[in-house]
């Protein structure tokens, strides 16, 4: 329980000192940000990392089907913040087609991991409760 209000008491101030730092001086954020961006493998390493850590209390403390239920309010959370910038979505197209999608390969098969899972522990309470 301790690891969980360590990194969930990590993930609110984080967010909050992003807000206030956009707010306050978004041109410093956005160098703030290239910094990181200059360093792809770093950066593609540090989020393994983080994903290793917080995947392990996600999915050793909380039911797949919260779990799923959370990460569906994030995506729709990203998407409401995505609208006002529409007109950079087709670039992003764009992008991710001239690129291709290969860059994004753990991504990718992370994501089809926890959907596979959720589908069978969908399907598999389904089952039970017939029987």
């Known amino acids: 329980?301790?690891?969980?209000?360590?990194?969930?008491?990590?993930?609110?101030?984080?967010?909050?000192v992003k807000l206030i730092f956009i707010m306050?001086?978004?041109?410093?954020?956005?160098a703030f940000t290239d910094v990181f961006l200059d360093h792809y493998a770093a950066m593609m390493g540090i989020y393994l990392v983080l994903l290793v850590i917080t995947g392990y209390f996600v999915f050793t403390r909380i039911d797949l089907i919260d779990v799923a239920v959370v990460m569906l309010f994030t995506s729709v959370?990203?998407?409401?913040?995505l609208i006002p910038y529409l007109s950079s979505?087709?670039?992003?197209?764009?992008?991710?087609?001239?690129v291709g999608l290969a860059k994004a390969w753990p991504a990718l098969i992370i994501w089809a991991a926890v959907a596979?899972?959720?589908?069978?522990?969908?399907?598999?309470?389904?089952?039970?409760?017939k029987g």
Not at 77 to 81: F, I, K, R, Y
Not at 89 to 98: F, G, N, T
């Open 1 to 16: 329980m301790l690891g969980k209000k360590i990194l969930a008491g990590i993930f609110a101030g984080l967010i909050l």
């Open 24 to 30: 306050i001086n978004p041109g410093k954020w956005m």
């Open 77 to 81: 959370l990203l998407g409401l913040s």
């Open 89 to 98: 979505i087709p670039q992003l197209r764009e992008a991710i087609i001239s």
């Open 116 to 129: 596979v899972a959720v589908l069978y522990r969908v399907l598999a309470s389904r089952k039970g409760q």
